[in-house]
């Protein structure tokens, strides 16, 4: 069974930094892409950033490009996000989510529960 565990969300001023970690258990990190998404009020559930353990690739979406990093540990079977110079339009629960093949999708199989990330101005 698999299982997906996000903590280190909160309460940050505008210009802080974050870090998120999803703790992953029941599957092999090499076998899987992974992925941050975030949702925000009103707003659609949007992809952030996301790896592939081969190849050591990654993905960011243009609005978190040069600010956020996701990585991993594999002994830690734990991915994480760091977030710097956090805006208040970063503010959204965030999600880890997991799939077999590319990291770009909406469709991926495996998801957390989620951790708010809230940016006050």
């Known amino acids: 069974q698999v299982q997906l565990v996000e903590s280190g969300g909160g309460l940050v001023q505008a210009g802080g930094s974050l870090r998120l970690s999803c703790a992953a258990s029941?599957?092999?990190?090499?076998?899987?892409?992974m992925g941050w998404f975030r949702q925000a009020p009103g707003k659609e559930r949007e992809l952030v950033a996301g790896m592939r353990w081969t190849r050591a690739s990654t993905y960011y979406d243009g609005s978190v490009k040069g600010r956020f990093t996701i990585s991993g540990d594999n002994a830690k079977n734990t991915v994480y996000l760091q977030m710097n110079s956090l805006k208040p339009e970063d503010t959204a629960v965030y999600y880890c989510?997991?799939?077999?093949?590319?990291?770009?999708?909406?469709?991926?199989?495996?998801w957390g529960q989620g951790t708010q990330v809230t940016v006050s101005s």
């Open positions: 029941g599957l092999t990190f090499s076998s899987y892409v």
């Open positions: 989510a997991a799939r077999r093949g590319v990291v770009i999708s909406a469709e991926y199989d495996y």
